[in-house]
């Protein structure tokens, strides 16, 4: 599977958007994500200990960014041919989500939770197209870093 250009533009689009709010868009990725899967706060070095979801850690805000600059990045596939990340590989991707115990069902959480974020991100700009192209970004990405996870295990 690929990308069209109409595509890779709607992901940009929509990340050029949400940079410009990363703190709340942080915070409401996490709650996202712990709505749907309470369980998986204790993943989370930052979190476990937390009584709720710190309202100004860094750490928080830079796991969540990473996230969603990576899905962006995913999208470069159309030209490379292949999955790039940046400032990590998906070898290192792959061995911190295996050791931190993360599994196949997880990564539908979290697209979930980017979905939404991206929907609340973009505001009226949000559209079933976009949605498809946050889908199918999301899903390589998961997939490039599921493969490694199994090569691993
Ligand atoms: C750590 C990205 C999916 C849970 C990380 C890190 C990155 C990352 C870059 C390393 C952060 C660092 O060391 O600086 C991604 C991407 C994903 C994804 C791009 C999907 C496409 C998931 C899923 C889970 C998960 C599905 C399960 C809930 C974690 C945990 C850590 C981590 C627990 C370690 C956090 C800590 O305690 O420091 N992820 N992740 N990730 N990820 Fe993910
Ligand atoms: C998965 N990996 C790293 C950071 C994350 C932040 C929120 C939800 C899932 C994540």
């Known amino acids: 599977m690929s990308f069209s250009e109409e595509q890779e533009a709607l ?16 915070l409401y990725f996490f709650t996202q994500v712990l709505e749907i899967a309470p369980a998986a706060k204790g993943l989370f070095s930052f979190l476990k200990d937390a009584e709720e979801i710190p309202q100004d850690n860094p750490k928080l805000k830079s796991h969540a960014v990473k996230v969603f600059k990576m899905t962006c990045e995913a999208i470069q596939l159309r030209e490379k041919g292949e999955v790039v990340v940046s400032g990590s590989t998906l070898k290192y991707l792959g061995s911190v989500h295996l050791q931190k115990g993360v599994i196949d069902a997880h990564f539908a959480v979290v697209k979930e939770g980017v979905l939404r974020t991206v929907e609340k991100g973009v505001g009226e700009k949000w559209s079933e197209e976009m949605k498809g192209a946050w889908s199918e970004a999301y899903d390589q990405l998961a997939a490039a870093i599921i493969t490694e996870m199994k090569k691993e295990a």
């Open 11 to 26: 992901v940009k689009e929509a990340w050029e958007i949400m940079k410009e709010d990363i703190p709340a868009l942080s």
